[in-house]
């Protein structure tokens, strides 16, 4: 499989004069409405905010329209700074009730979903796109339900819902290469933002970062009177979840050989940063990632990784009581944080000690929403946007009870229609044995029940787009066969002699014929032009550009440039595949 798309590098320019002109009109008419708001909030306490986000999105729309890729492997670097960003803005500037720099993530992708629609993201739908598509419509209908109590609300909490985009972005932008540089671009960006977290767990905040504890104030943060570290991000959970992650693609896409003990080194650090970070949850699933990704890489079957899992999970509170103290006796600063991870990991079923089982009877509870309201409250009811614009809040802090809450009984359903799909097409993927499969059953794993969680920034779009991405894969795995079959396998080169050095022969002149047998002999007659359009060599990148072109048609592409030359001509023995693949014709090139 071709390790780049092509197509990628495309810029995205109008089709017409007419809408270039459009789009000309479009930036004068928003450069004049930017313009005349700065003038009319120029007093305004978020005004530096609002003058900064705009030069954000200004710099993602015109970067985007012109290099979708980049983008897409520019958007994790920014996720990871946003909190930090924000607190520092915070200074000079208050965000109000609704802060403009979150828009950059939903505009960014929201221009990604278009360029991965003009490579036919949306063409040829399978099992899990459309149940993506149907639960992505059922929410849009949620932010319009009136049992939420805001219209406003609803709507508002739309942007918490936009990294299911990702998904589409992944089918149509994302192959193996850009995957493997989007996953490496987040292992590299973790190790500041975890070296920042430890520095907030053995040093002390920063003014920026007290600033925004005091007015937070939520007690999640503080355990045993230690507050939890939460790096450059925007919650402590969320720099858990993403330091997790990083750690699972550098234990299997980091260096290899001599340089593996970096890798080895790297994921240690992102792993202590995770443990005095005081989240239990955190710690469960990334043992649990890891033991799917082993039995994926073994070639197990699902039930047997479900097995290994449970049992791992099933052993460590014996293997924390072995190794871990388990006094918390005038525990202070970073050793409160131990003790609060080590007493949650050793009892969880202890309530005096862990919360699990809380957790577990909330989602419960919130599940039996949906036979109680069967249209759902709302996705108001379960987002932070929803409480700050006066929606109920009715939030389980977890997928399955937040989908029956938000969206009633065809939302649950829907979501564990998706979520067993999901995780069975991308465990047989991963059972291949790719190192990208295998991060990408990681991630889904590590993000269990928080994938509709859109209150975590850098990533809440991660298991949207590696998902994409498997659905991607597997519809190529199917069109292999059908294009091996149909294309002709190309001549074998007739190799050459080996060269000997002889003289040589002279040649006896040939002697001119006499004219009388010249004047006899008959006109040799012309060799007949054969039945039909001649035989012509393609060329690839022509191909692309034809108009409604499907989906398999895109994949064959992809396949038809292995066997293409550097300027894109395919052997002239694949003509008549071409012609009977893409209905073209046409005169010899």
Known sequence: MTSSVRALR???????????????????????????????????PTFSRLIVAAAFLALVV????????????????????????????????????????LLVEPVALIILV?????????????????????YTGLTLLGAFNPEQGSMKAGVTSLIFFVPMLAFWVGRGLVDDGTLRKLLLVIGVAAIPAALYGLNQTFGSFPSWDQRWIAAQGYSSLNVGGAV??????????????????????????????????????????????????????????LLAAFAVMLAARRRMPLTAAAVIGAALLAAMPYVVKQIAPTSNADATGSSALVQHQVQGLANPLDPNSSTAGAHFHQIWLAMGEALRKPAGQGIGAVTIAGAKFGAIQASAEADPGNAAVALGLPGLVLFFA???????????????????????????????LQWLNGGEYSVA?????????????????????????????????????????????PRPRPQPAPAAETAAKPAETAPRRPRGPMPRRWNVFELEALPELSLEQHYLLVELRRHASPEGL????????????????????
Do not use: C, H
């Open 570 to 589: 395919l052997p002239l023995s694949f003509d008549g595949f071409v012609r009977s693949s893409f209905g073209v014709g046409g005169g010899a090139s």
């Open 228 to 285: 939890r570290p939460f790096g450059t991000f925007s919650s402590s959970a969320e720099y858990a979840t993403f330091l997790a992650l990083a750690m699972l693609i550098w234990l299997r896409l980091g260096p290899r050989r001599f340089l593996r003990p970096i890798g080895v080194a790297t994921a240690a650090l992102l792993v202590v940063a995770v443990f005095y970070q005081g989240s239990r949850g955190s710690v469960v699933v």
């Open 62 to 101: 015109a970067f985007g329209m012109r290099n979708p890729r980049g983008l897409l492997l520019a958007l994790p670097v920014w996720l990871v700074a946003l909190g930090l960003v924000r607190r520092l803005l915070s200074g000079i500037s208050t965000g109000g009730s609704a802060d403009p720099m």
């Open 461 to 505: 779009f991660l298991p949207w787009l590696v998902l994409g991405w498997v659905d991607r894969q597997l519809l190529l795995r199917k069109a292999e066969p059908t294009a091996e079959a149909a294309a002709p396998a190309p001549l074998p080169e007739t190799p050459r002699p080996p060269t000997l050095r002889r003289l040589p022969r």
């Open 114 to 134: 278009f360029a991965a629609a003009d490579r036919g993201a949306f063409k040829g739908r399978s099992t899990l796109s459309s149940l993506v598509l149907a």
């Open 10 to 44: 495309r810029t995205l320019r109008p089709s017409t004069a007419t809408s270039g002109r459009l789009v000309a009109a479009a930036w004068f008419a928003g450069t004049l409405a930017i313009a005349a708001f700065a003038g009319e909030n120029a007093a305004s």
């Open 418 to 448: 998706l979520f067993f799909v999901a995780y069975r097409s991308t465990y047989s993927l991963a059972r291949g044995g790719g190192a990208l499969a295998g991060v990408a059953m990681g991630i889904l794993v590590g993000t269990t």
